[in-house]
């Protein structure tokens, strides 16, 4: 496993948020290619470079960015998604307290390649903290007049995680309650108060400055080549030491959960992993066997890479238990439009307590399938899927210990 | 009760609404202004807003019940905000949870903190307080309370 750190290279700096320690290690610098390529030649690069969403979905970037018009009479608007509150994700946090000024000068390129005016950062309200040393690098930048052609504004959510999902987010931005919208066929920018609007998540951007410095063959030379590049993968749960350590794609999993991650914790084995936060399949540990983090070899399992922030489970965790766990945040943040995921969310987390209070049927193990089948792919956005694919998962995989609770 | 924004709030209002392209889109600013002036948002702070962003005071009503960081109500004893969900979980957030149930605070079992990797959290007033043992909870609360 070889390291590469593309957003994680200054991270292990002291004072790496000041403008002055950013621009003695390279920050910056990326800014001067503006001279010499044009918007639509950097949106060619980003294309080139193979670079996907890092906020979950993995959607190419050049794709979306080349969405964006050109020549358009309504004003175009960046809008960096750092709603971070997929359950086991903590990598935009550290970008934006370790490196805010790679994100900030990822949004200088980014607004010049489709000539935006103005960004805005959506974070989380749990981040004050995080926030207010994001403000004080974007005061720093400023000061220094690298933001004459754009202006960036943070925007402050306030505890919902639907916000993440960027339709909900826009509506949130607009000022109403973060309803995700329905999805048009064809593709097609986002709308921001009508506007043509880019979202993306906050890591996709803090790799743009590499890409448009070095090129985008170079941001291939790592990953795969369907999954170019690398990620900010992170690990949490039974594991010795937890945290945020970027690789490239392809990576092997249980060779980074030994090497980065220690190891599990109080030398137990490992049981299951769920890989990219807690709307991926779960997996279990024969699955993670020779298994690499890109988006094809999850796939490939049946789950999905997510966010790539790994939770671990050991030998003695009860996965009933985890499943009732995962339930009640669904439960609790469903936005309630549709009916499949506003009654299914809280009917199966009832079901699961039922069954954990040992007062649970075979039947109920039915109808948790049965509810899974609802809420699959009936409803506005994928919020009610992914609960499907959680239940379905740990139902098949782990059939046996739901077996036991209710004979 | 009669609520007016403070002179600085009115300040910060008027430089954010040239950042947008509509005064709709102030509505959580300004939700977030009041909460800070006042505690809590009450329904003459609601109609504040409604005059701010032209939003209607009913809708500012089903904005701020939307998101939990909002309270309509005043808060009296110290808040403390618990992680519940799994990582927290799996690392002892329900022992945390146990120990704080003797301590003079109202505590919020709260979802996902992003905080994960520094499992149990908990968070009080805007601040993570990250790898948390009893002792440690201890000698927070002995400092806040
Ligand atoms: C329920 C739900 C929650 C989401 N939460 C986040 C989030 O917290 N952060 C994020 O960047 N993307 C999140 N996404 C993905 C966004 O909808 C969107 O695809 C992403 O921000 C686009 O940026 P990217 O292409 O750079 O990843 C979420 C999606 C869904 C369906
Ligand atoms: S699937 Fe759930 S979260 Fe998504 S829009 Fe429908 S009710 Fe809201
Ligand atoms: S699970 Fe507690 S902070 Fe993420």
Request: proline share 4%; glycine share 8%; net charge negative.
């Amino acid at each position: 496993m070889r390291e590469c750190k593309i957003v994680s290279k200054k991270f292990h700096l002291p004072n790496s948020h000041t403008l002055s320690v950013a621009r003695k290690n390279g920050g910056y610098e990326a800014l001067e290619k503006l001279k010499e390529y044009s918007p639509t030649q950097i949106v060619a690069i980003i294309k080139a470079s193979g670079l996907r969403g890092k906020g979950g979905g993995g959607a190419s970037a050049g794709e979306k960015w080349e969405l964006m018009p050109q020549n358009s009479e309504k004003p175009s608007f960046l809008v960096v998604n750092c709603d971070e509150s997929e359950p086991g994700t903590f990598k935009d946090r550290q970008i934006i307290s370790y490196d805010p000024h790679l994100l900030i000068e990822g949004i200088i390129i980014t607004c010049y390649a489709i000539k935006a005016k103005q960004a805005y950062i959506y974070i989380r309200g749990e981040y004050k903290e995080y926030q207010d040393i994001l403000q004080g690098a974007i005061d720093e930048a400023y000061g220094a007049g690298l933001l004459n052609a754009c202006d960036i504004t943070i925007h402050r959510g306030a505890g919902a995680y639907i916000c993440g999902e960027k339709s909900a987010l826009l509506e949130s931005l607009e000022g109403k309650r973060g309803h995700p919208r329905l999805k048009p066929k064809q593709k097609e920018p986002e709308w921001y108060f009508g506007n043509p609007t880019l979202v993306n998540n906050v890591e996709t951007i803090a790799s743009v400055p590499f890409i448009v410095q070095n090129g985008a063959e170079a941001y291939r030379a790592f990953g795969t080549q369907k999954s170019p590049g690398t990620l900010l993968f992170a690990m949490s749960g039974h594991i010795n030491t937890p945290g945020v350590y970027e690789a490239e794609f392809g990576t092997n999993m249980l060779e980074y959960i030994e090497q980065y991650g220690g190891g599990v914790k109080n030398g137990k084995k490992l049981k299951a992993v769920i890989p990219g936060g807690v709307s991926c399949g779960v997996l279990t540990a024969k699955e993670c066997e020779g298994l690499t983090l890109d988006y094809e070899a999850l796939r490939a399992v049946g789950s999905t890479l997510g966010t790539g922030g790994m939770i671990v489970m050991d030998a003695d965790t009860s996965m009933p238990e985890v499943l009732k766990n995962i339930l009640e945040f669904y439960h609790e943040e469903s936005c309630g439009q549709c009916t499949p995921c506003r009654e299914g969310s809280g009917w199966s987390d009832k079901i699961m307590k039922r069954v954990l209070d040992g007062e649970g049927s075979k039947e109920d193990l039915e109808k948790l399938f049965e509810l899974a089948d609802t809420m699959n792919g009936k409803t506005i956005c994928v919020f009610a899927p992914s609960i499907s694919i959680v239940l379905l998962s740990f139902l098949t995989k782990f059939r046996k210990e739901f077996e036991a609770l209710v004979l | 009760m009669s609520f007016s924004f403070s002179q600085e709030n009115l300040e910060k209002i008027a430089a954010l609404k040239k950042r947008y392209p509509s005064p709709k889109a102030l509505c959580l600013p300004c939700l977030w202004l009041v909460q800070y002036q006042e505690g809590y948002i009450s329904l003459d702070a609601i109609d504040a807003i409604s005059e701010q962003t032209t939003i209607p005071p009913m809708e500012v009503y089903r904005v701020a019940t939307f998101y939990t960081m909002f309270h309509l109500e005043k808060r009296e004893k110290l808040q403390v905000d618990v992680c519940k969900t799994l990582s927290c979980k799996l690392c002892g957030a329900d022992d945390i949870l146990q120990h704080l149930e003797s301590k003079d605070v109202t505590i919020n079992h709260v979802e996902c903190l992003g905080s994960c990797g520094t499992a149990p959290v908990m968070q009080i007033n805007d601040k993570n307080y990250e790898n948390l043992t009893i002792e440690k909870v201890e000698s927070i609360l002995e400092e806040l309370l």
